[in-house]
């Protein structure tokens, strides 16, 4: 039986092979989602009361984003010890209100994924967020007040009688 098959000739299997690697050696792996991350933000405001809301809004592009905002559990710096970051909106916005007054650094994260290579590539941006507690200012300074007022007025001022009374 092996007798009556035709042979084909060396060169078509030579040329098929050749064909095969040219369309092979032309292809490559893309990734059309990956985004070359650009990490770039701006706030509604820097000064915040506490609850006051607080709009980050993106100005970069990438496939990913989180927010470290600087408060307790959420320290970019310690996100190896177990800190977290919080995910956006699809956009990369974010919106966020301080519960305790202090001065904190807030950490914008950009990211994107190669599919090709298995590489993540990360950008980072921060700003100082000031938070103050306007209860807090609004007692030292009526507190301020009243004891310029009763300087002013060369009143002797007793520790106790100066918490439970009014000198204006």
Request: glycine residues 10%.
């Given at each position: 039986m092996a007798k009556n098959m035709k042979q084909q000739p060396c060169y078509v299997y030579i040329t098929f092979l050749l064909l095969n690697c040219t369309i092979l050696s032309s292809c490559t792996l893309d990734d059309p989602a990956f985004i070359e991350p650009e990490s770039s933000f701006s706030l509604n405001k820097s000064n915040l009361e506490v609850f006051e809301i607080l709009t980050l809004t993106n100005e970069g592009q990438g496939q990913f984003?989180?927010?470290?905002?600087?408060?307790?559990?959420h320290q970019f710096s310690r996100k190896d010890s177990g800190d977290t970051g919080f995910k956006t909106d699809v956009n990369g916005n974010f919106t966020y209100s301080y519960a305790e007054a202090g001065t904190y650094t807030l950490t914008y994260v950009a990211?994107?994924?190669?599919?090709?290579?298995?590489?993540?590539?990360?950008?980072?941006?921060?700003?100082?967020?000031?938070?103050s507690d306007p209860?807090?200012?609004?007692i030292e300074l009526t507190r301020f007040e009243v004891v310029n007022s009763a300087l002013n007025n060369n009143k002797f001022l007793d520790p106790?009688?100066?918490l439970f009374n009014d000198y204006r």
């Open positions: 984003y989180a927010v470290f905002t600087g408060d307790a559990g990211s994107g994924y190669r599919l090709e290579t298995g590489e993540r590539i990360e950008k980072i941006s921060e700003a100082i967020v000031v938070v209860d807090i200012a609004s106790i009688t100066f």
